[in-house]
């Protein structure tokens, strides 16, 4: 790890930032101040009369008693404010159709699919599940959600049908809103199958709407289903949005905990808000009347949520939305985007920016990319190479680059630098920003020095905080607040280097993080095990060049089945069925046992150490220490990647 580099902002650059270093003064000086200060970003119905609740800590109340409405503020106020004629959204989808969506075409969408949703019988506090392709009208049922009160569920498109029907029956939602299809690679990708498939063991879902997108053909269910176009497009274009409470929820995020059942993250109104617009405008250093900006991600993580829908919109954005893959039809396709609609904010993940790295230089090379001047990175730690070559060849060696660390239960950016300000060491994501209190502590919970690693904490409140995992309180004090008390457990690992930046250093728990992604090894371990040829897997999360980490799964046969051609293909095809194409494991090993502990632990830092061929650790706490020369010796004839 080199941190002697640094680059420090150009003076250009800082002179026009919208953020100073003064924001660090006014936070520590006055904390509540600041955070009602960023409140103040918003339009309140009632202002709220406290700025933050912590007696019932770790379940905060951020802006109590205060009532906004958060698709009012991402959309209508906008349009009042004058601005019904700029472009909100301008989408393209992968076939290369186009459409600009103004915000005032967007307030009247919202209206018609909040209305909608009202005809369907949502009323506040119902949850509606959403699955959809990266198009306009994923952007709208969100927000329609929002609206209305309905707290919504979006479940990436690329899950497979057992893992919506999991997240649609914990939540209980009453509708699902998904598409027929999405473009994908150039074909058609149908999404309605799965759903079908899906809410046939969802008893709670009355509804299903259907977005006509790709017009392939789908089952249609008249009893249950009913078409976008058919209901959305016959409402009144007006809607009165009513105001609902700072704590009321907002929307409900499943990510994956160390456990097999995923966690449903819960982030409520005022406070999530508020830190996503704030964190957008410092950060990003958005000009809502100059900027094009280009969030990469997909609408179902949580960066999609905080990054595409929530803080930008409330900060007036023109922003991009690109349905397809960045290999379609060809490998610049991104670099072409980024030229014709003339980007000037790209926030990406380090996985793509590594892909990238890979297709070869000539690819962004050909397009004219001078309209950038700000990059932002997600997901994983960022190499120092991929960070160098990001700034060089996307942002031709002048556009800050701004690693922003955070997490879905975090709901906006904690620790990032701030562009104007901030002398950047490439692949750290350098300090807390300011109203926020991260630290690194040792297995105690005491805080480390410069110079030191151990675990990345979070040491007071933050308005867009998590306020539970749905229907589990307890699980959201054991799994954050219990290791030590009165500070949150983030699941990383980190270091202070001699300077006091944070650098980041993976997850230290059970979860592995594949291009970004978060998936837990217990998840894909059971779709395993599901499986009639399996008797016992174990899986680790091995470094991989372009993922960050690859899955490599190690599997004990049941008695009578047999290792052979395709096994492996067959087993990857059906963890892609069980959780979806992102869950499948890179290489499967066929092994006689696997390293457990006295108490039937899996040893995983064996694993991995077999997994990313070194030289395996102390392995004396095993109950059966020969089992590692086993696995050894198994692997001559592993079963390769296929
Ligand atoms: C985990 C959260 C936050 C949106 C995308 C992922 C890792 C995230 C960084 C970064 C190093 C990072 C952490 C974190 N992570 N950003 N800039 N540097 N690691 O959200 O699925 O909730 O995953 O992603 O391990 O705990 P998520």
């Known amino acids: 790890m080199r941190e002697d580099r640094s680059f420090p902002p150009s003076a250009a650059f800082a002179a026009q930032a919208n953020a100073t270093g003064q924001l660090y003064e006014d936070a520590q000086a006055d904390p509540k101040r600041f955070w009602s200060d960023q409140a103040a970003r918003l339009d309140w119905q009632t202002p709220f009369t406290e700025i933050v609740d912590w007696t019932d800590a770790p379940f905060a109340k951020w802006f109590v008693g205060g009532r906004l409405n958060v698709a009012y503020n991402c959309v209508d106020r906008h349009v009042e404010s004058g601005h019904g004629d700029q472009v909100a959204l301008i989408f393209e989808g992968e076939p290369g159709d186009r459409r600009d969506i103004t915000y005032a075409q967007l307030q009247r969408e919202v209206s018609q699919a909040a209305n909608a949703l009202t005809e369907l019988g949502v009323v506040a506090g119902d949850r509606v599940a959403i699955y959809m392709p990266m198009i306009p009208e994923a952007v709208v049922a969100m927000l329609a959600c929002a609206r209305i009160g309905a707290p919504h569920s979006v479940v990436f498109a690329g899950f497979a049908a057992h893992a919506l029907e999991s997240r649609i029956n914990d939540a209980q939602a009453s509708v699902v809103i998904t598409a027929d299809g999405q473009h994908r690679r150039g074909s058609v990708m149908p999404l309605k199958p799965a759903v079908d498939e899906a809410v046939a ?18 089952a249609f269910d008249a009893e249950r289903d009913v078409w976008w176009d058919d209901i959305v497009t016959r409402q009144p274009d007006i809607h009165t949005p009513e105001s609902f409470d700072a704590e009321h929820p907002l929307f409900i995020l499943y990510t994956s905990g160390t456990t ?15 830190q996503t617009s704030y964190t957008h405008n410092v950060v990003f250093d958005l000009k809502p009347d100059t900027d094009v900006y280009w969030c990469t991600a997909d609408i179902g993580w949580i960066t ?17 939305i690109y349905e397809g893959t960045p290999d379609t039809p060809t490998q610049d396709r991104w670099w072409d985007i980024i030229e014709r609609h003339k980007v000037t904010i790209l926030y990406t993940a380090p996985t793509a920016i590594r892909t990238f790295m890979k297709w070869g230089d000539h690819l962004p090379a050909g397009k004219d990319l001078t309209s950038l001047r700000l990059l932002g990175s997600v997901g994983e730690p960022i190499n120092p190479e991929a960070w160098m070559w990001y700034r060089d060849v996307i942002g031709g060696g002048t556009c800050p680059i701004v690693d922003t660390w955070w997490q879905t239960e975090t709901g906006a950016i904690m620790i990032a630098p701030l562009p104007g300000v901030t002398a950047c060491k490439p692949g750290s994501a350098m300090g807390a920003l300011p109203g926020i209190g991260a630290a690194v502590v040792d297995d105690h919970g005491t805080q480390l020095g410069n110079g030191h690693g151990g675990y990345l904490v979070l040491t007071q409140p933050w308005p867009s905080m998590l306020r539970g995992i749905w229907g589990d309180p307890q699980r959201y ?19 202070l280097d001699d300077d006091g930046a944070i650098w980041l250093m993976g997850r230290v728990d ?3 993080n594949i291009s970004g992604h978060r998936i837990s090894t217990t998840e894909v371990e059971s779709a395993l095990v599901a499986h009639p040829m399996i008797a016992e ?29 395709g096994l492996a293909q067959a087993l990857r095809a059906h963890v892609a069925h069980e959780i979806g194409p992102i869950a499948k494991p890179r ?10 502990t006295r108490s039937g632990k899996i040893m995983r830092r064996l694993l991995r150490d077999v997994a990313e061929n070194r030289a395996m650790g102390d392995a004396t706490t095993l109950a059966d220490p020969t089992v590692m020369n086993l696995i050894a010796s198994g692997l001559a004839h592993a079963t390769p990647e296929d």
């Not at 063991?201 to 789908?218: E, M, T, W, Y």
């Not at 290489?587 to 457990?596: A, D, F, S, T």
């Open 201 to 218: 063991k969802c008893p709670s879902v009355k509804s299903v709407l259907v977005v006509r997108r790709a017009g392939n053909d789908v």
């Open 477 to 495: 004090v054991d799994t954050y607040w219990s290791r030590w008390s009165h500070l949150y457990f983030a699941g990383d690992g980190a270091k």
């Open 304 to 320: 999609g949520h905080s990054y595409i829908v929530y803080g930008p919109l409330a900060n007036r954005v023109t922003q991009v």
């Open 587 to 596: 290489q499967i090993l066929v092994v006689p046992e696997l390293p457990k």
């Open 510 to 512: 059970d979860v592995m």
């Open 260 to 274: 097999g059942n995923p966690k449903g993250i819960l982030h409520t109104c005022g406070g999530y808000l508020t």
């Open 537 to 565: 897997a174990a899986v680790v999360g091995a470094n991989d060049d372009t993922t960050g980490q690859a899955i490599v799964a190690f599997v004990i046969l049941r008695a009578g089945a047999e290792d052979g051609d």
